[in-house]
């Protein structure tokens, strides 16, 4: 039988009034996905980037529906810096989050501090690390997280992928190195386009009136291929988009009412 080939379904859209609602409304969103993926496989696999996104997940902290045992955290991506260093994604995820909340420490996976002068062997470790959690590099080819959420920087860019750098077109490798990041710092390793386009759902989260004119450019001219705009989750995952209505001010493209 042939097999059938369906197109990503398309990005799905949320724009709140206020960044505290949008916050809140992640929380929720974040905890019916970890619901679902528990209820199937007893763990939820999520991956974080930096930038923006720690202070938007402040919504869970307290908060009962979250199972933090159950949690496997990797990092989207992270500077090459030691894990205590500001520019760390790490650090910042402990200190605005992690430090707040019962998750094992084992299941924060960081990258390893060893390895800080080799790039090679460092992200050939985290694709490792990744191996072992997903134990399925050789038959399923990628690893399919139940979460990741990225942030869009104002160049379009996400995770450490950056327009016109030739990561865009790694589609072998999980996890990938680079020394020329144009925002530093310049040397980091990230998740590449297989590994973050197999997730059974990415949600970027993008507020603030920096974010107008490469909002209104990643979602309606997609064909222009920025970075942020090449996030498309292989059929049957999904895109969500969770923004302020500051940052779709010039946004054409759909908005849907937010509900769970
Ligand atoms: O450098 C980075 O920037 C992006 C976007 O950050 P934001 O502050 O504009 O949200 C972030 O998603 C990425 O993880 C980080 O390393």
Known sequence: ??????????????????????????????????????????????????????????????????????????????????????????????????????????????????????????????????????????SARFPVFDLILLGMGPDGHTASLFPGHELLAEDDRWVAYLEDSPKPPAKRITFTYPVINHAARVAFFAVGEGKVEMLSSVLDKPEEGLPSSRVKPVYPGHLYWFVDDQAAAKLEYPKTAFKL
């Open 1 to 138: 039988m042939a097999a059938v080939h369906h197109s990503p379904n398309p990005p799905i859209v949320y724009s709140f009034p206020f960044v505290d609602k949008l916050v809140a409304s992640l929380a929720e969103f974040i905890i019916k996905a970890q619901r679902e993926s528990i209820d199937k496989k007893g763990k939820f696999t999520i991956a974080l980037s930096g930038g923006s996104l720690p202070n938007a997940l402040k919504g869970l902290i307290g908060n009962p529906g979250v199972k933090w045992d159950k949690w496997q955290v990797f990092y989207v991506d992270e500077r090459v810096v030691p894990l205590d260093n500001p520019d760390s994604n790490h650090l910042a995820f402990t200190e605005i989050l992690f430090s707040k909340v019962p998750i094992p420490t084992s299941h924060i996976h960081t990258l390893d501090p060893s390895l800080l002068d080799d790039l090679e062997e460092l992200s050939d470790a985290y694709e490792k690390e990744l191996i072992k959690e997903f134990a399925q590099k050789d």
